[in-house]
Each structure stands twice: as structure tokens, then as C-alpha cells.
């Protein structure tokens, strides 16, 4: 019992550290953000690689982190983001699906493939969280909170109500009361910073139900890659909390559907 509240202590205060840190450097943001960010985003990659190699592929570990930083640090540039974005992008995919073919390093097709996924996957959500600073710390802070909120109330929510499982093949502990809690309170964290932000609130609301959706579904997709990996967690990122990936796996898919959703409406 002790230990099991040990184990409790040290993960909240973790968690409100590490939150904090992060909040602190997105309020400053700036080089310090694109930094923080581009860190990040290497140890997703890290953690992926990891994860990969356990289900038995190889993929190009240091070709998809250089890519990544190259985008990353440009991603502040609206004008670069917005031309060369997909030619990067295009580019990228080619080489790498190349490389087997052209060259005797002992890889398939498919650790291209693998490696393409990581990129997708990490290299991108952070890119577009750094051009969405560039455009208002509040688009950051609106992603960030409903996306916490969304977990935090789920879990829960699911924990103390939850009766019909969501997706017990993928999931066993996430219910559909749990979803249902999570969207509930997201709306209303919605609510109340669409007042101070001048945001629209039914506009804010659509979102707050779409990124809650969105982000369990990230959470799952998670989830399938560390079934597949037979682990329980992503790494050891923060004590009490796994891996970086167990952190940010519902943002990781929350951030590109913010980013359509601003641009759209």
C-alpha cells in the first residue's frame, strides 16, 4: 500500500511539473518553443523506433529525425510552410522508399514505409503545433487544455461510472461513459475559454466535441502500436507516466485536426 501511494505522489507531482515547464515555455514561446519542441518531437521518434524494432522492422532512425528537425525549424515561416510543405514532404517519401532499392543496406520496403509512418505521425503534428504558435499562443493553449481535459475526465469518469466498454480488444479500461464524461467537460472548458478569448462559443463547442472524439481515437491508435510491440508502456519518459508517446498520443492526432478545423472555419 505504501508504495502504491509512493507511486501516486511521485506521478502527480511529475505530472504537475512537467505541465507547468511546458505551459511556462509555450507562454514564452519563440525560439525557446521551437526548441522545446523539436526535443520532443526526436524522443516521439525515439520512443517510435523502439517500438518498431520490437514488432521487427528497421527503420531510418537518423534520415527521419534530420528530416523532422529540418521541418520543424522552418515550420515558424508561413511563407516556406505553405509552398514547400508538401514538396518536402514529397521528397521525402520518395528517398526513403528508394533507399532498399538502390542501395545494399539490408532493409525492406516496408521499414521505409515504417519510417514514413514515424514521420507522419510526429514529425507533423509538431511542425503545425509550431506554425500554430507562431499564429496565437491561444490556438496552442485551446488544443493543449481540451485535449488534458478530455483525458483527465475520461479516465475518470470511465474509472467510477464506466460500465460499456469502448474497445476492449484495443483498450480493456476505456469505457463509452468515459468518452461521453470527457466530451461533457471539454464543453465546458470550451465554453469558458471561448468567454475570455473572444473565441466564438459554438464554433469552440463543434471543436471541443470533434478534438475529444479525435483524441481517443489517437489514444487507440497508441495503444495498437504497443499491443503489437507487446509493452505496456511507450519508454520511461517522466516517472510514473511511461513514455512520451503514453503522454501526447491523443495530441499527437488533436493537433492537425485543430489545424484543419481554424483554416476551414
Given at each position: 500500500m505504501e508504495n502504491i501511494q509512493k507511486s501516486i505522489i511521485i506521478r502527480i507531482l511529475s505530472g504537475i511539473v512537467g505541465a507547468l515547464l511546458f505551459l511556462l515555455i509555450v507562454f514564452i514561446g519563440g525560439i525557446f518553443f521551437k526548441i522545446?519542441?523539436?526535443?520532443?518531437?526526436?524522443?516521439?521518434?525515439?520512443?517510435?523506433?523502439?517500438?518498431?524494432?520490437?514488432?521487427?522492422?528497421?527503420?531510418?532512425?537518423?534520415?527521419?529525425?534530420?528530416?523532422?528537425?529540418?521541418?520543424?525549424?522552418?515550420?515558424?515561416?508561413v511563407k516556406f510552410f505553405e509552398i514547400t510543405f508538401i514538396t518536402f514532404l514529397s521528397l521525402?517519401?520518395?528517398?526513403?522508399l528508394s533507399i532498399p532499392f538502390y542501395y545494399n543496406s539490408g532493409r525492406r520496403i516496408e521499414d521505409g514505409a515504417i519510417s514514413i509512418y514515424g514521420f507522419l505521425y510526429l514529425s507533423i503534428p509538431s511542425a503545425l503545433f509550431v506554425n500554430l504558435?507562431?499564429?496565437?499562443?491561444y490556438h496552442?493553449?485551446?488544443?493543449i487544455l481540451i485535449t488534458w481535459t478530455n483525458d483527465i475526465f475520461a479516465f475518470f469518469v470511465g474509472k467510477f461510472f464506466g460500465k460499456n466498454k469502448l474497445a476492449p480488444s484495443i483498450s480493456p479500461n476505456k469505457t463509452i461513459e468515459?468518452?461521453?464524461?470527457?466530451?461533457?467537460?471539454?464543453?465546458?472548458?470550451?465554453?469558458?475559454?471561448?468567454?475570455?478569448?473572444?473565441?466564438?462559443?459554438?464554433?469552440?463547442?463543434?471543436?471541443?466535441?470533434?478534438?475529444?472524439?479525435?483524441?481517443?481515437?489517437?489514444?487507440?491508435?497508441?495503444?495498437?502500436?504497443?499491443?503489437?510491440?507487446?509493452?505496456?508502456?511507450?519508454?520511461?519518459?517522466?516517472?510514473?507516466?511511461?513514455?512520451?508517446?503514453?503522454?501526447?498520443?491523443?495530441?499527437?492526432?488533436?493537433?492537425?485536426?485543430?489545424?484543419?478545423?481554424?483554416?476551414?472555419?
Amino acid at each position: 500500500m505504501e508504495n502504491i501511494q509512493k507511486s501516486i505522489i511521485i506521478r502527480i507531482l511529475s505530472g504537475i511539473v512537467g505541465a507547468l515547464l511546458f505551459l511556462l515555455i509555450v507562454f514564452i514561446g519563440g525560439i525557446f518553443f521551437k526548441i522545446l519542441i523539436i526535443f520532443l518531437a526526436i524522443l516521439g521518434l525515439i520512443e517510435y523506433f523502439n517500438l518498431m524494432k520490437k514488432i521487427g522492422f528497421m527503420p531510418f532512425r537518423f534520415l527521419t529525425i534530420l528530416a523532422s528537425v529540418i521541418l520543424i525549424s522552418f515550420s515558424s515561416n508561413v511563407k516556406f510552410f505553405e509552398i514547400t510543405f508538401i514538396t518536402f514532404l514529397s521528397l521525402f517519401i520518395i528517398f526513403v522508399l528508394s533507399i532498399p532499392f538502390y542501395y545494399n543496406s539490408g532493409r525492406r520496403i516496408e521499414d521505409g514505409a515504417i519510417s514514413i509512418y514515424g514521420f507522419l505521425y510526429l514529425s507533423i503534428p509538431s511542425a503545425l503545433f509550431v506554425n500554430l504558435r507562431e499564429v496565437s499562443v491561444y490556438h496552442v493553449l485551446y488544443v493543449i487544455l481540451i485535449t488534458w481535459t478530455n483525458d483527465i475526465f475520461a479516465f475518470f469518469v470511465g474509472k467510477f461510472f464506466g460500465k460499456n466498454k469502448l474497445a476492449p480488444s484495443i483498450s480493456p479500461n476505456k469505457t463509452i461513459e468515459g468518452l461521453l464524461g470527457g466530451i461533457i467537460f471539454s464543453v465546458i472548458l470550451s465554453i469558458i475559454f471561448s468567454i475570455f478569448s473572444n473565441f466564438s462559443i459554438l464554433k469552440y463547442i463543434i471543436f471541443s466535441i470533434i478534438l475529444s472524439i479525435c483524441g481517443t481515437i489517437g489514444d487507440l491508435v497508441e495503444s495498437v502500436i504497443k499491443r503489437e510491440a507487446k509493452v505496456k508502456d511507450s519508454g520511461y519518459f517522466l516517472p510514473g507516466h511511461g513514455g512520451f508517446l503514453d503522454r501526447v498520443d491523443s495530441l499527437i492526432i488533436n493537433i492537425p485536426i485543430y489545424f484543419i478545423l481554424i483554416h476551414l472555419w
